[in-house]
């Protein structure tokens, strides 16, 4: 399978126990000093998504990409748990861990970064390509 090739993390132990009709696709993202590990993630347009963002560093990071900022998203947290229009960025603290949830619909490839100050430049960034 695609996804699995690209060297991503497919979890079935992050699968909800009732995820409907439609599989949802989970990704686990690593985040550190600097850079996104996978930095490369395929998604399927309309199939929905469930990122796992895991900050592994010593610094804070965030994770920001203009796709998210017009797609309605959940966001599960340890501490939050909130619906939003659009999100704009997520920091996580060191250690912190949060989970993105959306459905895909525009297809393209579209750039996200980490974008507190100098991080990108270092490295921190990624593409997720939506098929
Ligand atoms: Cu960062």
Request: aromatic share 6%; net charge positive.
């Amino acid at each position: 399978m695609r996804l699995a090739a690209a060297g991503l993390v497919i979890g079935a132990l992050l699968m909800p126990a009732s995820a409907g009709a439609q599989a949802q696709t989970a990704v686990r993202i690593e985040m550190s000093e600097f850079a996104f590990r996978p930095a490369a993630i395929t998604l399927t347009a309309g199939r929905p998504v469930r990122l796992v963002l895991v900050n592994e560093g010593q610094i804070a990071h965030q994770f920001e990409t203009a796709y998210l900022r017009a797609l309605p998203v959940r966001i599960v947290g340890d501490t939050l748990h909130a619906e939003m229009p659009g999100l704009e960025f997520i920091r996580l603290n060191p250690g912190g861990t949060a989970r993105l949830e959306f459905v895909p619909r525009r297809k393209g490839r579209f750039v996200f970064a980490c974008t507190i100050e100098g991080h990108q430049e270092a490295g921190m960034r990624g593409v997720l390509d939506v098929r």
